[in-house]
Nanobody, 125 residues
Framework: QTQLVESGGGLVQPGGSLTLSCAAS????????VGWFRQAPGKEREGVAC????????YYADSVKGRFTITRGNAENTVYLQMNSLQPEDTAGYYC??????????????????WGQGTQVTVSS
């Protein structure tokens, strides 16, 4: 059974940092483009960062550029999302997924397979 499990969320003050992990089982994550998505209450799920299967290309939503960094840990079969300078508007459930595409348009990325349970990030003082 293939699955991706997100972890690392929590409560952080504005300006703080978190690192999210997306651990894969039943598949080799480096064979796929991978994206991080988020969904805030009452809003649609949106792509925030993706990384190509080679790991050489990364793309970010405008709202997180310069603050979030997506990386691969192939030895751990994991993709990470380093989030800095967090703001209340970053509060959301965060999900990872294999994607069909990884390019400048997050609306094109799509996702393979079912969504996992995600990990909640809450930015509040």
């Amino acid at each position: 059974q293939t699955q991706l499990v997100e972890s690392g969320g929590g409560l952080v003050q504005p300006g703080g940092s978190l690192t999210l992990s997306c651990a894969a089982s039943g598949l080799i994550l480096e064979y796929y483009d991978v994206g991080w998505f988020r969904q805030a209450p009452g809003k649609e799920r949106e792509g925030v960062a993706c990384i190509s299967l080679s790991g050489t290309l990364t793309y970010y939503a405008d709202s997180v550029k310069g603050r979030f960094t997506i990386t691969r840990g192939n030895a751990e079969n994991t993709v990470y999302l380093q989030m800095n300078s967090l703001q209340p508007e970053d509060t959301a459930g965060y999900y990872c997924a294999r994607t069909f595409y990884c390019d400048t348009d997050p609306s094109r990325w799509g996702h393979l397979g079912s969504w996992g349970q995600g990990t909640q990030v809450t930015v509040s003082s």
